[in-house]
């Protein structure tokens, strides 16, 4: 029993020397720096935030849109998203302004450019 003990231990360790590395080892450090800086802007916007404000990080992206409904993109990276709804400044507006306040924001996301 102690040597089925002994054996077990010693294949044990062998096993963590063969064990390929994870992927944490190789991470692109500079990439998760400007990711989790772009995380950390996207969640400073949130409900109460304006347009002016919310523009200031992100842009316009084509395909459909309202003035209470839009879909922006990060300005540092395309790719990256968010869908907001608007409550307009004056419920009798039919065009977007930059003191409409946002009313709902979705987590950022990743998704490939819609050009119009």
């Not at 450090?29 to 995380?39: C, E, H, P, Y």
């Not at 003035?67 to 869908?83: G, L, Q, S």
Request: with cysteine; charged share 30%; glycine share 4%.
């Amino acid at each position: 029993m102690k040597k089925l003990a002994s054996l077990f231990l010693v294949m044990l360790a062998l096993g963590f020397l063969v064990v390929p590395s994870r992927a944490g080892d190789e991470v692109n450090k500079n990439l998760t720096k400007q990711i989790s800086d772009v995380l950390t802007e996207c969640k400073k916007l949130a409900p109460g935030t304006t347009r002016a404000e919310l523009m200031k990080v992100f842009t316009t992206e084509g395909g459909l849109s309202s003035p209470t409904h839009r879909t922006f993109v990060h300005r540092r990276c395309a790719y990256i998203k968010v869908d907001v709804d608007f409550t307009p400044s004056d419920l009798k507006q039919k065009d977007e302004r930059p003191t409409d306040t946002v009313s709902k924001i979705s987590k950022p996301y990743l998704e490939w450019r819609v050009i119009d």
